[in-house]
């Protein structure tokens, strides 16, 4: 796929939200885009389907309508410890919706801006030589593009795997959709709650629809604790934590069986190789983990995904710019979240976060803020021409 031989000059794999913010931003700029999605149809994905501030920004900017997909609002934390509890205002209204909607709409915007999609195929290799990159997928065969933009979230494609050192990667994260009884449902209007227990943390807030998103993190050993079941995990946490328990009484689980991914790698941050083809691009999870506590991994993938491309527009392959831009925007983020999470997955430590932030609320607003995006990096893409 040479430019002028009438066949698309970026190949992107993967149609998450990195994969798509970079598709919609080559096809406004009319650049011919192929973008690769292995999975067939529209699926749910392990996540907290918080969308903060700086999400919310580039969504808008894309094009994507979230009162169109019926996103809740969420203006307020509240932190849950044992039979304690904390809660102070968000410094922004976050918004909640499925990212089965979410990528999907993205999706359709991608293509409506004339991205080319091909679903149902997986790429299985990512190999450079003299000519370039090419990489081989089930029924396209090798596709040699002029860049190469890896957004395969967790997933490492052979050829272009990420380095485990420096990371977390004994935790495995669930979801699930509820329906809450009534007054369960109204105790979350308009705010997320975070959950601490022994070995990790849930996430519950209301999506579309007046459903309820639960997502829990947890080491591996808490989970072999409690029997590696969901229901075992359930109680053990509900007998830890009244409130959770209250919440989930009477409440109807929506799906089949709650997802799970293993080995999610927080605190990784690609670092750049001079041996790494120039015109590979990792966006998204491929190029930074947070701590998912934060809120802000979508905001990452789609400010990683928009800077890729404009970098491609301006620069051309010299992906080694985009990586080192990317990597100054978000190592201090990544690092600090880390460092956060480390700290307090431990129950004493748990209490002494839970009392500190009863004592003084504002340093939950700070620990929300300094762990995000910040302003001036979303700034300098959204004002790139
Ligand atoms: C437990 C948990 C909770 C989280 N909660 C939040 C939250 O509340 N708010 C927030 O902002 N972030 C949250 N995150 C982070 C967020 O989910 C990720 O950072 C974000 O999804 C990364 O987007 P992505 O586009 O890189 O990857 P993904 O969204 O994972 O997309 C990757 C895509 O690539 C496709 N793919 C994979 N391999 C191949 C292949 N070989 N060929 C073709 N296609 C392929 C996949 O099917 C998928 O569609 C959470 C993460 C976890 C683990």
Redo the contacts with the bound molecule.
Sequence with gaps: MIPGEGTEEVVI???????AAAACTLAQASRPTLL????TAPRH????????IE?QTYLARLGLDLDGLGASHISSIRLINGRRAAEVDLPFTARGVSRMSL?EALLHRAESLGAKLIRGA??RNIAADGQGIHARADELGVLRPDALFL?????D?KGAKRPRSGTSNDLI?FKAHYRLAERQSSLLDGRVEVILFTGGYA?LQMIEDGVANL?L?ITQARFKAVGRTWSGLLHSIADETRAFHDRLEGAALLFERPLS?SQ?PYGFVHLPNPVEPQGLFR????AGVIP?YT???????LHSGCLAALTYLTHGRASSIFHSQLRADILHQIRLASLLYVATCRPFRQRILLRLCQAWPMVMRHVTSSTRLRDCAVRRVLETP
Excluded: N, P, Y
Aim: charged residues 20%; negative net charge.
């Design positions: 794999v993967g149609g998450g939200l990195a994969g690769i999605e292995r999975d994905k392990v996540c907290g389907e918080f969308l903060s999400a990528d997986v790429v957004a395969t979230g967790k997933h494609v994260g996430g997502c993190v991914i999610v966006t998204g999870d491929q998912s809120g802000d991994g979508m905001a990452i993938a």
